[in-house]
Nanobody
Framework: QVQLVESGGGLVQAGGSLRVSCAAS????????MGWFRQAPGKEREFVAF????????DYADSVKGRFTISRDNAKNTVYLQMDSLKPEDTAVYYC???????????????????WGQGTQVTVSS
């Protein structure tokens, strides 16, 4: 089992920055990759970014590429999502997720993740 706890959400003006964090505990040695997803009211949960637990491989949704940066600190078992140049359309609940499915090279869908955090609200005002 892996437990994930997000923190760092909040209210920010358009054009501003925010960093959310996700602390993992439990069987972290089995994690293959960590991802961030978001879900706005009335919409499906969508992929934002992922990072491999070892190595440097990352991937981003087109809507956040160049504005968001995912990183990790393995010593702290923590993954971060730095969000810059925020837009009102970035408003959503942000979830972190962990996948143990080590055979996958790309993990961009909800079904490819095994564990989820409780989510943290990010609100961008115009």
């Amino acid at each position: 089992q892996v437990q994930l706890v997000e923190s760092g959400g909040g209210l920010v003006q358009a054009g501003g920055s925010l960093r959310v964090s996700c602390a993992a505990s439990g069987r972290t040695f089995s994690i293959h990759a960590m991802g961030w997803f978001r879900q706005a009211p009335g919409k499906e949960r969508e992929f934002v970014a992922f990072i491999r637990w070892s190595g440097s491989s990352t991937d981003y949704a087109d809507s956040v590429k160049g504005r968001f940066t995912i990183s990790r600190d393995n010593a702290k078992n923590t993954v971060y999502l730095q969000m810059d140049s925020l837009k009102p359309e970035d408003t959503a609940v942000y979830y972190c997720a962990a996948t143990m499915q080590s055979w996958r090279t790309v993990v961009r869908t909800v079904s490819q993740y095994d564990y989820w955090g409780q989510g943290t609200q990010v609100t961008v005002s115009s």
